[in-house]
Nanobody, 131 residues
Framework: DVQLQASGGGLVQPGGSLRLSCVVS????????VGWFRQAPGKEREGVSC????????YYADSLKGRFTISSDTAKKAVYLKMDNLKPEDTAVYYC????????????????????????WGQGTQVTVSS
């Protein structure tokens, strides 16, 4: 049974940082990458980042490069998303998702990624950037 548990969201001031965690079970990093997407109220889903832990090989949405860093800990079966210099427009619910490695680029390069390619994702964690 594939499960992904995201955590680490919260309220942060503009310019602040947060680190999101995603603990996974039911699949191996040998077979799947783990990605993040976000969704703000009234907006489309947006792919954020993805990591193939075997490389590791990381992917980012162009608009987020330099501020977000994805990493993995294979021993803990966890993936992390460090978000720096947060902006109010980063406010959204963030979800982690299991992805075939060759779908990582689709996830981060599409404004509204086709979710039929990513059937396994957990509950999200709310990130609010506000002063």
């Amino acid at each position: 049974d594939v499960q992904l548990q995201a955590s680490g969201g919260g309220l942060v001031q503009p310019g602040g940082s947060l680190r999101l965690s995603c603990v996974v079970s039911g699949f191996s990093f040998d077979d799947y990458a783990v990605g993040w997407f976000r969704q703000a109220p009234g907006k489309e889903r947006e792919g954020v980042s993805c990591i193939n832990a075997l490389g590791p090989v990381s992917y980012y949405a162009d608009s987020l490069k330099g501020r977000f860093t994805i990493s993995s800990d294979t021993a803990k079966k966890a993936v992390y998303l460090k978000m720096d210099n947060l902006k109010p427009e980063d406010t959204a619910v963030y979800y982690c998702v299991a992805a075939k490695p060759y779908y990582c680029s689709i996830l981060v390069n599409n404004r509204d990624p086709p979710m039929n390619l990513f059937p396994s994702w957990g509950q999200g964690t709310q990130v609010t950037v506000s002063s």
